[in-house]
């Protein structure tokens, strides 16, 4: 028992990645503005999601996450991914990491946290800027507030932390194996696709991804009134 917990801990949090593969897309007027996740499963950029997309998606996320390249998700791949986390700090490859290795290290995460930081204020910027003119109004500010505010509570909803991605794993991994084979992964993959996919079209329309989320935040809403009675009790 004890084993398949440290599975689950292992891999939980990659699992619920993976599974977001189809997440949905949000929308507002002028320009599309979209999760990170679902601007990559929708490739064509028509505000619909294919099964075809998110497979291709969730393909791309398992073979990042297979590091040991054994065709299933398992310990076996944290183990894999601090080996090679290892191999890449010990540059000069003695079989150990100096104080200058380390150093060298942190420098490279840094610059690369610096650079993600950077584009990712580009893309605000191009965002808010809804009119184009190459600066932000004071609307344009609020509008993208709000707009955050929603995004974060998109998120938290999505996601639902490790709890969530430890429940996702259990139910993905059906022969009890303590691992997650592709099979498995593509039929999680196609049954979260089922549910969104209300009307059964082979498409997640954007109006069944308004659904979705609409549904979502009426479901978080309830557990926030919940939360509050039973604090109050």
Do not use: C, W, Y
Request: proline share 0%; hydrophobic share 35%; charged share 35%.
């Amino acid at each position: 028992m004890r084993k398949r917990t440290l599975l689950i801990a292992a891999t939980a949090s990659a699992l619920t990645l993976g599974g977001a593969g189809i997440a949905v897309a949000q929308h507002h007027s002028g320009k599309a503005d979209r999760g990170m996740l679902s601007a990559a499963v929708d490739t064509n950029g028509d505000g619909e999601i294919t099964l075809a997309e998110a497979k291709a998606h969730s393909s791309e996320r398992f073979a990042k996450m297979d590091a040991n390249g054994d065709g299933a998700l398992s310990r076996a791949d944290r183990e894999a991914k601090a080996a090679q986390r290892f191999a890449e700090t010990d540059t000069n490859q003695d079989g150990e990491i100096s104080q200058a290795e380390m150093t060298a290290a942190r420098e490279a995460r840094e610059a690369e946290r610096a650079q993600r930081r950077a584009e990712r204020q580009a893309a605000m910027f191009e965002r808010l800027d809804t009119d184009n003119n190459g600066g932000i109004s004071e609307a344009e500010m609020a509008a993208g507030a709000e707009m955050r505010r929603e995004h974060r509570a998109e998120r938290g909803q999505r996601r639902g932390g490790p709890r969530a991605g430890m429940r996702r794993l259990h139910r993905a991994d059906t022969n009890n194996d303590q691992a997650v084979s592709r099979e498995e992964f593509d039929t999680m993959i196609e049954a979260r696709f089922a549910r969104l996919d209300t009307d059964g079209s082979g498409i997640i329309s954007a109006a069944e991804q308004e659904a979705a989320k609409a549904q979502r935040m009426e479901r978080r809403g309830k557990r926030g009134e919940r939360g509050e009675r039973g604090a109050g009790s």
